[in-house]
């Protein structure tokens, strides 16, 4: 059997799930939600990309949808979500509640998304999760590739990314310790180069009578700028925009991890 990657064991669990969502709690609310679509809605608009009410969009890696929830409330009304956790998808036809009725959620793999060529006018990826989770950074292109087959000749792929030089500031190596409640708690970020990539790891281990009870890890590549453009070229896109610390929450600390200071990204074919 093939060894299940990190983010299959984090966000696949109901246990994994609630961690991730208590992490950033912080983060992951209302008003944050609106205004990155806003934001994003804006930029688009910027250059010249109008979506209408009645144009087919795709939510990818939706999570909870939280988004897709913001855009059925601004109006809009054919949306597709998908998630590969079936565990998530829970959590987002729980947080649509009514609205599910304009929003369809489906299960599938954002490197093999089985969907009709040109079929999206837009296919936005918002919280930072479009390009390197995957341990082989392969997978990223293929994610790329997807996405420019599924979009429409004058369609567009929007998607926000940690920022580099926020990386290397910041997400500095340590490891801290702390005791709430009888648990022992030890956190752990290491940064490193893997094939010429950064790469960083998070992870957070908790104990009670010296047996470990959780441990949450959280991995990634992190990408310059010029290595997304280089990928995004690979998979065949030409027009390429970026807004730079579009959503910036915590600049000087470490407090959201690579959710605090995050640029978005606008390509078409």
Not at 248 to 269: A, H, I, P, Q
């Amino acid at each position: 059997m093939k060894k299940k990657q990190w983010w299959q064991i984090r966000y696949g669990t109901r246990k994994g799930i609630v961690g991730y969502f208590n992490i950033y709690k912080d983060i992951l609310n209302r008003y944050i939600s609106k205004q990155e679509v806003l934001i994003m809605l804006n930029f688009l608009k910027n250059h010249q990309f109008f979506v209408s009410y009645e144009d087919k969009i795709l939510d990818g890696f939706c999570g909870n949808c939280r988004h897709s929830k913001e855009l059925v409330l601004m109006g809009f009304r054919n949306i597709v979500a998908f998630d590969y956790s079936k565990e998530m998808l829970k959590t987002a036809k729980k947080n649509l509640e009514s609205y599910n009725k304009n929003v369809v959620l489906i299960n599938k793999d954002a490197r093999n998304l089985t969907l009709s060529d040109s079929s999206f006018s837009l296919y936005f990826v918002l919280g930072n999760s479009a390009f390197g989770f995957f341990d082989n950074p392969k997978d990223d292109l293929k994610v790329a590739i997807e996405a420019y087959r599924i979009i429409k000749p004058d369609g567009a792929f929007v998607f926000d990314l940690v920022d580099y030089s926020y990386v290397i500031k910041q997400l500095k190596n340590y490891v801290y310790q702390s005791e709430e409640n009888g648990i022992k708690i030890i956190k752990k970020r290491t940064t490193f180069k893997n094939n010429g990539l950064l790469r960083t790891e998070y992870n957070e281990i908790k104990f009670h009578s010296n047996k470990i009870i959780d441990n949450q890890i959280v991995r990634r590549f992190v990408y310059t700028n010029q290595q997304i453009i280089n990928l995004l070229k690979k998979a065949g896109f030409k027009k390429i925009y970026i807004k730079k610390e579009a959503f910036c929450y915590e600049k000087n600390s470490d407090k959201y991890g690579t959710m605090g200071v995050r640029n978005l990204f606008l390509v078409k074919k």
